[in-house]
């Protein structure tokens, strides 16, 4: 028994030392090298591997740590003979006596389920070919030890060369150049990728799935491939829209060339975020690929500049810790904002800032202001924050020291880790200014500095225009007529116009009508837009012209035009319906539903086709289908108050999907459900044939 203590107790120590270690081992050792051959098993959800390592020990330790979640490890050996090993659910520790030197190398098997970081898409539908089937990874912040051990350490930098197994009729794509690919046996192939600089391990990514890909090449060279699902070949050009446009000017404006292979960028299903900047292989959400309709409201346009901006920001140069979060988001949002500016105008570029600023205005004045190196910062403090301190920085400096600056600080940085100060040096360098008064009132300070952010919105002349304009919000029409009307005569300014339909809401005299039909006139997309979601009432001498909104080319405008027409004409359902019955809508198909929901509850219009229509609205709730589809007819069926037995499975299903926005709608639309008696008892009912793990909110629900 003592004898077993003992044990324990040294076991322990050597654990707990060990951890402590953790925190620094990057000043003891130092990986160079991960080889990694990787087996995906997506039926299983399961991974499982070879890796070698290859480090230098730099001080002499007696362990060393690997992060590695919930992973069973064999065949541990260091430079070829078999070694001492522990192992708990967040990594391994190697035993063994590291003196100083050179050229080690660990090798080591693995295995595991990751339950995150890897996310596993649909493999329990195989005889659904609708639903696709793919896994993808995201690894920021400490995600990718759960499916390959690695090093959750920002600093830890090493170059990955990893090779993947998996089913053949499949892509895969990673990190590096594809350097091989082959067949293994009849249903698994193997790629294997090269990188030739190091990384942190939070960028290491695969993403596999039914894709096909689009070549283009940048201005120096650079290969860049947009993938798509081959039956999304119609959307890729307004998706990718500008993606050369975007590299070329990014690599012009940082001054220094794309650091990386190659650069992949892959849309997947119910991504956790936008899109992640995995080196050379940016991941995003599946929603944004759009139609040229739909590039108009919402596109991939900034997401696409924001990923690619971290290559350099970010990826080349990586914060040390999270205090200097800003060094990545700050800089992805800054430069996505000046290659916007490049693609939409300098009216764009100030309007974001403007919008930035009210939102970080008000976060201030709440007294909920933070400061830019406060590491739990939130991300409109991280992103807008950090883009509008960019933003006077380079006034300060001007934009040839700012840009100096900038490619100086990469330069000298590259492939390392960074902190603020490291910036704010180069950055006085280069301006031979002191930035001790910026640091403070931009970095440090909590609150926002919203009267310099106005001195400098007022540098646009359309930003003094706007605010002229915004400035009569309460003043009566009969007062403010000359300057709606001046606001809306050609060329209409997108914003102003918006701006001056906001100000009629609500009112039907004669000169709103004048003015409305001036709007009309525009033709600004963005103008009629703003018609069609404010306009609650629509007078009869306006119908003709609301009506044209239905062909406007913008499923916003569209959407919210069909439902105020078929409200208020009732006499004309019939017309409405026919007229866009063909239409689709966004990714989340708001159009479709919107018309099928509407059919159903127009009396004598198709009535026997109804139940064909209710099912086709409910099947949008399957639960392989994408969350943002789920969510949108979950939300129709709750206004029908028309839940099925699999929809309101779906729904059981949805309260404990891996993205958060997702789980939140489901948990708080199931606990809304709950009160009605009926919907309660089939819940319950339903519960009983699901997995445990599926119902644990329901029960929480039900008991609590
Ligand atoms: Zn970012």
Redesign the pocket.
């Known amino acids: 028994m003592r004898k077993y203590l003992i044990f324990l107790f040294s076991f322990c120590s050597v654990v707990l030392m060990a951890q402590e270690q953790n925190l620094s081992q990057t000043g003891y050792f130092d990986f160079k090298t991960v080889n990694a051959h990787v087996r995906i098993q997506p039926l299983e959800k399961a991974v499982s591997g070879k890796v070698s390592y290859t480090f230098e020990v730099l001080v002499q330790q007696d362990s060393l740590y690997i992060d590695g979640r919930n992973m069973q490890f064999t065949d541990v050996s260091l430079n070829g003979e078999a070694v001492k090993f522990s192992s708990d659910e967040k990594g391994i520790y190697i035993l063994s006596e590291f003196l100083p030197s050179e050229n080690n190398l660990l090798e080591l098997n693995y295995s595991a389920k990751p339950t995150t970081g890897m996310y596993f898409i649909n493999w329990e539908f195989p005889e659904i070919d609708d639903a696709q089937k793919q896994v993808w990874t995201q690894g920021q912040g400490k995600y990718t030890s759960n499916w390959l051990p690695s090093f959750d350490d920002m600093e830890e930098k090493a170059e990955f060369d990893l090779s993947f197994e998996f089913p053949s009729k499949f892509q895969l794509i990673s990190n590096g150049e594809l350097k091989n690919t082959e067949n293994i046996n009849d249903s698994t192939r193997l790629w294997q990728f090269d990188m030739e600089k190091p990384i942190s391990s939070y960028l290491v990514a695969v993403a596999a799935g039914k894709y096909d890909f689009k070549k283009v090449q940048s201005e120096t060279g650079d290969l860049i491939r947009l993938y798509y699902k081959p039956e999304d070949s119609l959307k890729v050009e307004p998706t990718y829209r500008y993606s050369r446009e975007i590299f070329n000017f990014l690599e012009n404006e940082i001054g220094l060339a794309y650091p990386w292979q190659k650069y992949d960028q892959i849309p997947v299903q119910d991504f956790l975020y936008g899109?992640?900047?995995n080196t050379g292989t940016t991941i995003f959400s599946g929603s944004f690929m759009t139609d040229s309709t739909g590039f108009k409201d919402r596109n991939y346009v900034n997401v696409n500049a924001?990923?690619l901006a971290?290559q350099w920001f970010?990826n080349l140069v990586t914060e040390v810790s999270s205090k200097h979060h800003w060094l990545?988001?700050g800089f992805?949002?800054y430069y996505a904002l000046l290659a916007e500016k490049e693609i939409f105008g300098e009216d764009y570029y100030y309007w974001k800032l403007y919008e930035s600023a009210e939102q970080l205005k008000a976060l201030s004045d709440s007294g909920k202001g933070e400061s830019l190196l406060n590491p739990k910062a939130s991300s409109l403090t991280f992103?807008q924050k950090g883009a509008w301190a960019l933003h006077i920085l380079r006034e300060r400096v001007g934009d040839e020291a700012f840009r100096q600056g900038v490619k100086n600080y990469l330069e000298l940085y590259s492939f390392k880790n960074v902190t603020t100060d490291n910036l704010l040096a180069e950055m006085e360098a280069a301006s031979g200014q002191d930035l001790s008064q910026f640091k403070a009132d931009w970095l440090e300070q909590s609150a926002f500095k919203a009267t310099q952010s106005l001195e400098s919105l007022k540098k646009s002349e359309f930003i003094i225009n706007y605010l002229n304009i915004a400035a009569l919000r309460e003043t009566s029409l009969d007062q403010k007529y000359e300057y709606l009307e001046k606001a809306l005569s050609f060329p209409v300014n997108d914003y102003i116009g918006q701006e001056a339909v906001l100000q009629l809401a609500g009112l039907q005299s004669q000169q709103a009508i004048n003015l409305y039909k001036k709007a009309f006139e525009s033709n600004n997309i963005f103008v009629r837009q703003a018609i069609s979601s404010s306009m609650d009432v629509i007078p009869n001498d306006l119908k003709a012209e609301f009506e044209s909104l239905l062909d406007d080319e913008s499923y916003l405008t569209i959407e919210a035009a069909l439902f105020r027409l078929w409200e208020q004409f009732p006499a004309d359902r019939t017309a409405y319906l026919d007229q866009t019955r063909d239409l689709v809508g966004f990714y989340n198909k708001n159009i479709r539903m919107l018309w099928l929901t509407l059919n159903l509850v127009t009396p004598d219009y198709e009535t026997e086709l109804n139940q064909q229509y209710y099912e086709e609205l409910a099947d949008y709730t399957d639960i392989w289908r994408p969350f943002k589809v789920r969510e949108n007819a979950f939300s129709y069926l709750f206004q029908l108050g028309a839940f099925n037995k699999s929809s309101l499975q779906s729904l059981i299903k949805g309260t404990g999907h891996h993205t958060y926005s997702f789980r939140n709608y489901c948990r708080q639309l199931l606990s809304e459900l709950l009160k009605n008696e009926q919907y309660r008892k089939e819940l319950i009912e339903l519960s009983g044939n699901m997995a445990e793990e599926e119902t644990a909110y329901l029960r929480s629900k039900i008991t609590g």
Do not use: D
């Open positions: 899109g992640m900047e924001h990923e971290h970010g990545h988001e992805a949002t992103y």
